[in-house]
């Protein structure tokens, strides 16, 4: 009864018609985006963060989750009909996806994407409602040495499933950590790595950092690829419906999915690329006939994209309840949080519950909206596509400089951006992934907090992250992490994962 209650709460106010227009323009936007390549969910939603200021707290994270699901939804149809995923969890869709539109079968491929899509959203507000109450119960628990702890898993474990080199993730992580250093000491009142830079005083800026690093980056590689003319499959509104064979093949993969995603999305490091591609995997080593992958087969589309909808719901479970966040997207909508004055944690619960199951009603409403958005428009999105991306970046990079210079008026800013903007590019070209210094740069200064908070309640004393139980297992759990890492048989197994 507890969460029917909670859930009236939640419908009760993601469900005026400023949040329902909010939610609204976020599945638009977040649609577009996924249509779009070149753009993402993370430099977009970094791009509106100075939006929400205006904004109450409610409606801009309405609008920011809307931008994140509807990612999924929209990089589906163009890598069906087009074969051009539009955002990066949807690769895997073209496989078998943009086959089954060269055989005729396009309608059934949207129609099980959506509809999938759809259920696991479903399923992944459920599992919010079911796990989020207990993990909060648990966090109210937490005192600054379990927290400091908790941080420290959360980083090993992104380090984990970070793809590509494990070193390289690592010095990722320290290069955040240090960048988050920069600024005034609040304990000693004496400034750090700031270099005589009035500027950086308080720190370094979120957005420059976040625009600079993300936005302007998948611009610059963008450009360097030539514009790609792909002659698009149409498929017409009355021809979506799937055959009942259809269903009988897709529900199993379409439940898989759902459940692999709805676990992967909870862990940090984690996310919708990792849950799509690992379900198209699973798919097709349990399929009688793995032939049958790359040339059409029904579960590579119900698979994956049901796993990557259904972690973009649960991402949401440990930034909301531990105050954790699990991936670059989830350290943005942390972001927008603090920007509202909100301490992304179990208090958000017992403080603000309308927030918290307001967030979580409007997943509901959000990927309901996404199923009626995207069907009955996919002309209009495939035609967006015929849009050279030479027009498109000049307005991208007008919107983000604007976003920039408005967060406090500082021109300084944009030439930040441009910086990170150079270190992004560089980091890239060296193959370094840029989401684990993200984590890095957002969690620092917290884990600092609650490292020096620990060592003045014990007078300096470590074996204070020892003593208490909750910090002891998490300290645990980081070990054995750190020692699976080093494993080779666990690291060749990890490196063949990441590859398949």
């Known amino acids: 009864m507890d969460i029917l209650n909670n859930l009236a709460t939640g419908f009760g106010a993601a469900g005026s018609w400023a949040n329902l227009g909010f939610a609204l323009i976020g599945c638009l936007l977040g649609t577009l985006i996924g249509v779009l390549p070149g753009i993402g969910p993370i430099p977009t939603i970094a791009l509106l963060l100075p939006v929400t200021y205006g904004l109450n707290p409610l409606s801009s994270l309405v609008m920011l989750g809307g931008i994140y699901y ?17 955002e990066a969890s949807s690769i895997v869709t073209c496989i078998d996806g943009h086959q089954m539109a060269r055989q005729g079968r396009a309608g059934a491929a949207l129609a099980v994407s959506a509809l999938g899509s759809f259920f696991a959203g479903c399923v992944g507000t459920l599992f919010i409602c079911a796990f989020a109450p207990p993990l909060a119960a648990i966090a109210q628990q937490f005192n600054s040495p379990d927290y400091f702890s908790l941080m420290v898993l959360g980083l090993i474990t992104a380090v984990v499933l970070a793809h590509g080199s494990v070193l390289k993730a690592i010095a990722m992580i320290m290069v955040g950590l240090l960048l988050g250093l920069v600024g005034t000491d609040v304990n000693s009142g004496a400034t750090r790595f700031t270099f005589g830079v009035s500027v950086l005083w308080d720190g370094l800026d979120f957005l420059p950092l976040v625009i600079g690093m993300f936005g302007v980056v998948e611009i610059i590689r963008n450009l360097e690829r030539p514009d790609q003319h792909r002659e698009a499959i149409t498929t017409r ?14 529900w199993p993969a379409a439940v898989r999915g759902t459940l692999l995603g709805s676990i992967l999305g909870i862990l940090p490091g984690g996310g919708v690329v990792l849950a799509s591609f690992a379900a198209y995997t699973v798919e097709k080593k349990l399929a009688k006939d793995p ?6 087969a029904i579960e590579g589309v119900a698979g994956p994209e049901s796993a990557n909808n259904s972690a973009a719901q649960t991402s949401f479970i440990p930034l909301l309840t531990l105050g954790l966040p699990s991936n670059a997207i989830m350290a943005l909508m ?23 199951w307001g967030m979580v009603a409007s997943m509901w409403i959000g ?52 910086g990170f903007a150079l ?34 309640l014990s007078r300096g004393d470590p074996i204070i992250f020892i003593q208490r ?23 060749k197994t990890r490196e063949e994962a990441f590859q398949e």
Request: charged share 10%; hydrophobic share 55%.
């Open 367 to 418: 990927n309901l909206m996404l199923v009626i958005i995207n069907l009955p428009m996919i002309g209009i999105w495939v035609k967006l596509l015929s849009v050279p991306y030479r027009f498109l970046y000049p307005a991208i990079l007008l919107f983000c400089g604007i976003g920039i210079y408005s967060d406090d008026n500082n021109a300084v800013m944009l030439l930040f951006a441009a």
């Open 423 to 456: 270190f992004g590019y560089i980091l890239t070209a060296l193959d370094c992934e840029p989401a684990p210094m993200l984590l890095g740069f957002i969690l620092g200064p917290l884990m600092e907090e609650n490292l020096r908070r620990s060592l003045v």
């Open 469 to 491: 139980p909750i910090s002891a297992v998490l300290l645990l759990l980081s070990a054995i992490t750190v020692a699976l890492i080093v494993l080779p048989a666990f690291r």
């Open 334 to 356: 942390m972001g927008a949080m603090m920007i509202q004055g909100i301490q992304p944690g179990s208090a958000v619960m017992t403080s603000r519950p309308d927030l918290f």
């Open 70 to 86: 509807g990612a999924q939804y929209g990089g589906s149809t163009t890598s069906i009909l087009v074969n051009m995923p539009g």
């Open 237 to 250: 509104f009355r021809d979506l419906w799937p055959k009942l064979s259809d269903f009988k093949e897709a």
């Open 291 to 296: 032939s049958r992958f790359g040339k059409g």
